[in-house]
T-cell receptor
Framework: DSGVTQTPKHLITATGQRVTLRCSPR?????VYWYQQSLDQGLQFLIP???????AKGNILERFSAQQFPDLHSELNLSSLELGDSALYFC??????????????FGPGTRLLVL | GESVGLHLPTLSVQEGDNSIINCAYS??????FIWYKQESGKGPQFIID?????DKRQGQRVTVLLNKTVKHLSLQISATQPGDSAVYFC????????????FGEGTQLTVNP
């Protein structure tokens, strides 16, 4: 158990809908990162947050957005869902946000299925 | 119908043998490397990391080797056990990208009893 929690574990929804995924980082960690893992793309970095502020984005689509709240939990919002958005979404956390890399600890993921 | 997905490299070893999983990285500016283990249905689990000012680092039953000349990373697992069966990912990060990790395609390790 990494100490990172994610809810829900599974989510089934329809195309065009909007969902919110939630992540709580390990105690003491200030940074949260979102990743998408799909069968044909592997693990893709989406977006990072440090102490409530967004940092340099990765491959996040404009239909997706995220935020980190004062209590450091984070939410990833996915809207106008398409079939291709079906994937595992992981949250990871680290103590800091340091240039040159930080050890990131991953949560168990949310499996999203868009029908 | 046709299946679409990543075709992972595979490595099959006997229980008790040593395993070596290799990873080639592309960005010579990368200065932090990390190995993760992912079991089916679970999130990636941290194994070991190494910075570019080192060429070897050891953990419990694992060793990571970094060869910056040929941009190659390897993970050695000693006395491999059935519980080591999983997909192993290497990931890299470079100073100018903050803490963004770029993941490799992964290697499926199967340990036969």
């Amino acid at each position: 158990d990494s100490g990172v929690t994610q809810t829900p574990k599974h989510l089934i929804t329809a195309t065009g809908q909007r969902v919110t995924l939630r992540c709580s980082p390990r105690s003491g960690d200030l940074s949260v990162y979102w990743y998408q893992q799909s069968l044909d793309q592997g693990l893709q970095f989406l977006i990072p947050y440090y102490n409530g502020e967004e940092r340099a984005k990765g491959n996040i689509l404009e239909r997706f957005s995220a935020q980190q709240f004062p209590d450091l939990h984070s939410e990833l919002n996915l809207s106008s869902l398409e079939l291709g958005d079906s994937a595992l979404y992981f949250c990871a956390s680290s103590v800091d946000f340091r240039s040159g890399g930080e050890t990131q600890y991953f949560g168990p993921g949310t499996r999203l299925l868009v029908l | 119908g046709e299946s679409v997905g990543l075709h992972l490299p595979t490595l099959s070893v006997q229980e008790g043998d040593n395993s070596i999983i290799n990873c080639a990285y592309s960005n010579s500016a990368s200065d932090y490397f990390i190995w993760y283990k992912q079991e089916s249905g679970k999130g990636p689990q941290f194994i070991i990391d190494i910075r570019s000012n080192m060429d070897k680092r050891q953990g419990q039953r694992v060793t990571v080797l970094l060869n910056k000349t040929v941009k190659h990373l390897s993970l050695q697992i000693s006395a491999t056990q059935p519980g080591d069966s999983a997909v192993y990912f290497c990931a890299e990060s470079k100073e100018t990208s903050g803490s963004r990790l770029t993941f490799g395609e992964g290697t499926q390790l199967t340990v036969n009893p």
